[in-house]
């Protein structure tokens, strides 16, 4: 809008409107781009699996982690309940848990979950699964209700037989109402009368909402269909530091994470909290075929988070594990481990292409001292018996690598920067080397620019990443994937932020930050060839990069990182039509949990080989045209 009188502000306004940016896209040259470049990075933080994209809504069911006490747990009506180890449920799941019913108790008494601070509760159908052991005869009340008001969503009986020898296994669905709020609880309740005196002990109690692609133990549905709105194509997992432990025995063991959920024992993550491990190897594996995205499975490597490493022939026994957690995913159903996949529900082969040594191993400096051996040693075991296995290197430092880098490999960076910080490296790979591919494992804007810590992205922020983006889309010949980090947080208990995106448990929490949206208009956005772009402008305050599909469409995607709208001509020969989507919202502006005021807007846009796009301050846009 042009102001009607020039006021000292309107000029300076025009003055930054003066120069407008002339773009040529030339049709021919350039580099053919990654498919794989847009992709996601996920370990359990904050919750983000566990009381995130996991379904699995009731918390501290096996009473898993260092000390899980009676976390989550109340009692319902005149019952004690306790954390019980004398009456395992498996070897795994070492305690249940036990309720107490005082003499000449009547009426309906149990326990309830409050899940991950909170149910969320649905109009939707539950499923649900416990074990129960005691001697009880009649009907178990299963509900969804407010914690504080008492109001009822699901009301359902089943009845049950249950025996004091043994644990039996119940499974059950019910349909709910809707609740307006996160505080919620899911109940069991029993026929106090009949049990008076004595006690009832229950375990693993399970309560999923539907799930993504309606897999058994799998994702909830709602938190996954947000994600796959990204169209990712690679997921790297199960970490980060979560893969690594504070000693060996604390790492991610890839067996541990298999088979009946009953047989997997969790463990206390690295973030400080238990994981389950319900999310384990084969859902990691399943969540990739239904997005469509290439598994990138890292092992462990040898450091822990103390600063230590084991190398040398005290690696042996961990590389021998790899190569058998291989064969797990990779083997034949004639191999053990390949067996053992099949006797698990997957008789294929994992379609595992892509497997990552550690986790920032140049980071201490007992692990870059030891990597350059490390990463030889389990190089060597696995790339004899998987040739075909791409191998990525846990860092960019030569000074940690060997001093020859084996063809193929791809080294890994990450990078957590003020949004300046990623201004500076918009050219980073512009005159790398090109004699190995990269892969940027992580990336986010964590700061301010004065330092400050960065709560949830602003537009500035955000911006910046897609300017780095835009650097690394230009080189994509060299740059073979990245994901942003961290993917996703309980906003309640989120110990890192900000992250792509969030949750609490009330209906309507999936909350996607500023760079939620960057992320879903570069990776729905891509070319399959990487054009020259002439212009009459050096980069900075506007970037751009230009694409096209197989299918003959020209992507340009621009980030004006600057306080000032700018005018941006775009020349694409024989393009005449297709859409604009642009995201702003002022510099500091930011989506919060239950408060999104930034997404993205599509225009229709129409031109004959000319296209006008004006970038208001700190904004990111795709032209997207044929
Ligand atoms: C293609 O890559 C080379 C480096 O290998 C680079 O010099 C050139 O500028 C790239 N071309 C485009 C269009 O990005
Ligand atoms: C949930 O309700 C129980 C009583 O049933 C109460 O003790 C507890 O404090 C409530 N929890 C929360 C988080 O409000
Ligand atoms: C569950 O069973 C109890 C006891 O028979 C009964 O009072 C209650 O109405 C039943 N609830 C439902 C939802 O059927
Ligand atoms: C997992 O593998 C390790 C190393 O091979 C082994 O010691 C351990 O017993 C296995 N655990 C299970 C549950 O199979
Ligand atoms: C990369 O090279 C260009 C010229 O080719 C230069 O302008 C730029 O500063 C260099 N970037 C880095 C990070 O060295
Ligand atoms: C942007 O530039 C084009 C081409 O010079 C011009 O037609 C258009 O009016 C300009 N838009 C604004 C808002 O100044
Ligand atoms: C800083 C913070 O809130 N950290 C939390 C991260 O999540 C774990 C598990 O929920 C909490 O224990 C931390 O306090």
């Known amino acids: 809008m042009i102001p009607f009188l020039l006021s000292p502000l309107a000029v300076a306004w025009l003055a930054g409107q003066a120069s407008a940016i002339d773009l040529t896209v030339s049709k021919t040259g350039g580099n053919s781009s990654s498919p ?23 918390r501290n069911n096996g009473f898993q982690g260092d000390d899980p006490g009676l976390t989550a747990y109340y009692a319902v009506g005149d019952v004690s309940i306790s954390q019980d180890t004398s009456n395992p449920l498996s070897t795994a799941i070492t305690s249940s848990l036990k309720v107490t019913v005082p003499s000449d108790t009547t009426g309906y008494v149990g326990f309830s979950n409050y899940g991950y601070d909170g149910v969320p509760v649905l109009d939707t159908t539950y499923t649900n699964y416990f074990w129960m052991k005691g001697d009880y005869s009649g009907i178990i009340n299963l509900r969804l209700v407010g914690n504080s008001t008492g109001t009822v969503y699901a009301d359902h009986n089943i009845t049950v037989d249950s025996s004091a020898s043994e644990f039996t296994y119940y499974d059950t669905s019910f349909t709910s109402t809707k609740s307006s709020d996160a505080d919620n609880a899911w109940q069991l309740r029993f026929d106090a009368s009949t049990v008076a005196g004595s006690s009832l002990n229950f375990g693993l109690v399970q309560l999923f909402p539907p799930t993504y692609n309606l897999r058994e133990n799998g994702l909830r549905d709602d938190v996954a269909s947000f994600l796959a709105e990204v169209k990712p194509s690679f997921l790297r997992f199960p970490g980060g530091n979560n893969l690594e432990g ?56 040898g450091l822990t988070l103390d600063n230590s490493a084991v190398s040398g022939s005290d690696l042996d026994p961990y590389v021998d594990d790899i190569l058998n957690e291989l064969e797990y995913c990779l083997g034949s159903t004639d191999t053990t481990y390949g067996a053992l996949r099949a006797k698990n529900g997957r008789t294929d082969p994992w379609p595992l292409k892509y497997i990552e040594v550690g986790n920032e191993d140049n980071v201490y400096s007992n692990g870059c001292a030891t990597y350059a051996s490390r990463f030889t040693q389990i190089y060597d075991a696995v790339h004899a018996e998987y040739p075909d296995l791409t191998i990525i290197a846990s860092t960019t430092d030569t000074s940690c690598l060997p001093s ?19 201004i500076d490296l918009f050219n980073e790979w512009d005159n790398w080397s090109r004699d190995w591919p990269i892969f940027v494992g992580e990336y986010a804007s964590t700061t301010a620019n004065d330092g400050s810590t960065t709560y949830w992205s602003n537009m500035q922020g955000s911006c910046s990443e897609a300017v780095y983006m835009i650097g690394m889309e230009r080189n994509s010949d060299i740059v073979k994937m990245a994901s942003f980090a961290p993917l996703l947080e309980h906003f309640d208990m989120a110990e890192w932020s900000p992250d792509l995106f969030g949750l609490d448990s009330s209906p309507d929490s999936i909350t996607g930050s500023t760079s939620y949206y960057v992320q879903k208009m570069f990776s729905t956005n891509r070319g399959s060839t990487i054009l020259p772009v002439t212009s009459d402008s050096a980069f900075g305050p506007v970037y751009w990069v230009a694409s096209v599909s197989d299918s003959g469409t020209y992507y340009v995607k621009l980030a004006n990182y600057g306080s000032s709208t700018e005018n941006v001509t775009i020349n694409i020969e024989g393009a005449t039509a297709g859409s604009l989507e642009l995201l702003s919202g002022g510099e500091l502006v930011s989506n919060y949990p239950h408060d999104v005021s930034i997404t993205p807007s599509t225009t229709s846009v129409s031109g004959s080989g000319t296209f006008t796009v004006d970038m208001p301050a700190w904004a990111v846009a795709v032209l997207a045209v044929s």
């Open 36 to 58: 794989l470049l847009y992709g996601i990075m996920f370990e359990d933080i904050n919750n983000s699996g566990d009381g995130g994209i996991h379904g699995q809504l009731l």
């Open 404 to 422: 020859t880098i084996p063809d193929g490999v791809i080294t890994d960076i990450h990078h957590y920067l003020s949004p300046d910080g990623f």
């Open 246 to 301: 504070e000693t060996p025995s604390d790492r991610w063991k890839w067996n541990e994470t298999i088979g009946a959920v009953v047989d997997r024992p969790g463990r206390e993550g690295d973030w400080g909290y238990p994981n389950t491990d319900a999310l384990g190897l084969d859902e990691y594996m399943y969540w990739c075929i239904d997005m469509g995205m290439e598994p990138l499975l890292a092992v462990w490597s």
